[in-house]
């Protein structure tokens, strides 16, 4: 998949839970989405996003919820 439309995706669910109360219920909201939704495929992809590409395009927020659970992603 294209890692644009990852990253827009992302960003996407990321709207979502930002007003979910409480910051890290957000962050762990985004990465429970990511975790339980997204095949291992994307997930992977999207990790190699975020080593090779700092996650370039991802919201402030995504990209945290992606650095403190990483674990998600595989």
């Known amino acids: 998949m294209d890692i ?3 990253v827009h995706m992302a960003n996407r669910i990321g709207q979502f839970f930002a007003a979910t109360p409480g910051h890290a219920d957000a962050l762990e909201g985004i990465a429970t989405h990511v975790r339980k939704f997204w095949e291992p495929r994307m997930r ?3 990790a190699r996003h975020l080593d090779d590409q700092a996650g370039r ?5 995504v990209l945290e919820a992606l650095q403190v659970h990483r674990a998600v992603l595989g």
Do not use: S
């Open 4 to 6: 644009d439309n990852l």
């Open 44 to 46: 992977h992809q999207l």
């Open 57 to 61: 395009g991802l919201d402030p927020l």
